[in-house]
């Protein structure tokens, strides 16, 4: 069960579009369509951005999309804005029936 | 509207028990299944365990797996789970969330409740 690789952090300048990766095996994010995204603010509870890849919850901005390739899921944030700044996790299931995170991402609005 | 309120969190030695509870309201408890995860001081989540919505299946982390037990009352829309031989490691707090779907997209999550193992 290692995590999924995240990079640390990403940053961009509001109204910009930002991309996180996730990059797992073909054990996890390459062999199910069962990768979330959370969004985390300081001292907050996770919030789900993204479900099975490409699903938003509702009342999630569409200015959040999701992909996947291969072993490689994708979080996009289009429009920057300054309340995006947080943490964000991607998470996947696995072949040996558990989940799995990553290791986060520091998302900082210039 | 959906909340989820954990408890039972503390200060235990290293080696000691705890049990954390997670009362379930506003949604039918007994027809989602749930997750504990949990997230160190400063660190990244971890998932813990889910337990599928009629208690028929448990699943654990490795790093838990033997000294965990997830359960539930559904009759009690309460969510459980039980820590022992605990490590200084398990310090974290401990979220527990709604499964939407059953495969891991949690759509409601706690506020946590902190478990801090040191002598």
């Known amino acids: 069960q290692s995590a999924l690789t995240q990079p640390a952090s990403v940053s961009g300048s509001p109204g910009q579009s930002i991309t996180i990766s996730c990059t797992g095996t073909?054990?996890?994010?390459?062999?199910?369509?069962?990768v979330s995204w959370y969004q985390q603010h300081p001292g907050k509870a996770p919030k789900l951005m993204i479900y099975?890849?490409?699903n938003r919850p509702s009342g999630v901005s569409n200015r959040f999309s999701g992909s996947k390739s291969g072993n490689t899921a994708s979080l996009t944030i289009s429009g920057l804005q300054a309340e995006d700044e947080a943490d964000y996790y991607c998470?996947?299931?696995?072949?040996?029936?558990?989940?799995?995170f990553g290791g986060g991402t520091k998302l900082t609005v210039l | 509207q959906v909340q989820l309120v954990e408890s039972g969190g503390g200060v235990v030695q290293p080696g000691g028990s705890l049990r954390l509870s997670c009362a379930a309201s506003?949604?039918?408890?007994?027809?989602?299944?749930m997750h504990w995860v949990r997230q160190a001081p400063g660190k990244g989540l971890e998932w813990v365990a889910f337990?599928?919505?009629?208690?028929?299946?448990?699943y654990y982390a490795d790093s838990v797996k033997g000294r965990f037990t997830i359960s539930r009352d559904n009759s009690k829309n309460t969510l459980y789970l039980q820590m022992n031989s605990l490590r200084a490691e398990d310090t974290a707090v401990y979220y527990c969330?709604?499964?939407?779907?059953?495969?891991?997209?949690?759509?409601?999550w706690g506020q946590g409740t902190l478990v801090t193992v040191s002598s």
């Open positions: 073909s054990s996890d994010v390459g062999g199910y369509n069962y």
């Open positions: 506003g949604f039918t408890f007994s027809s989602y299944g």
């Open positions: 337990i599928r919505y009629d208690g028929s299946n448990k």
């Open positions: 969330a709604k499964d939407k779907k059953g495969d891991g997209s949690c759509d409601y």
């Open positions: 099975d890849v490409s």
């Open positions: 998470s996947s299931y696995t072949s040996s029936s558990s989940w799995v």
